[in-house]
């Protein structure tokens, strides 16, 4: 039995491109999710393709959630969909849509309403 998988804690999964990462935005989003109360993890990858980092994400979290990132890209994903069905797929503008973005993931695990995302910060 490999225990290091069976001890593998619940948590949103965040894949992003380790070329094109941009810190801020990994923050703002882990901020987020951790202001609901949900563990998460970060990993860089070498995949170019925001689907499919999102898309392997979800895949691995034991939540059946995940987050890919690709420049301000990012994507929102659940195991259960199709690669390219993802519930979120948002070119960030700022930190607030990246904090909403993280909250959001959350929020799918707890199973309560989104929050909405900001069109234009001030």
Do not use: T
């Amino acid at each position: 039995m490999n225990r290091n998988k069976s001890l593998k804690k619940p948590s949103i999964y965040i894949f992003c491109n380790k070329n094109k990462k941009n810190k801020e935005l990994i923050n703002q989003i882990g901020y987020g999710i951790e202001e609901e109360g949900i563990p998460f993890k970060v990993s860089l990858k070498e995949e170019n393709s925001v689907n499919k980092l999102a898309y392997n994400a979800a895949q691995e979290s034991k939540l059946g959630i995940g987050i890919g990132i690709n420049n301000n890209r990012v994507l929102l994903q659940m195991k259960k969909l199709k690669e390219k069905n993802p519930i979120f797929d948002i070119k960030i503008a700022g930190q607030l849509q990246s904090k909403i973005m993280g909250i959001n993931a959350a929020r799918l695990e707890k199973k309560i309403p989104f929050k909405e995302f900001v069109v234009k910060e001030d």
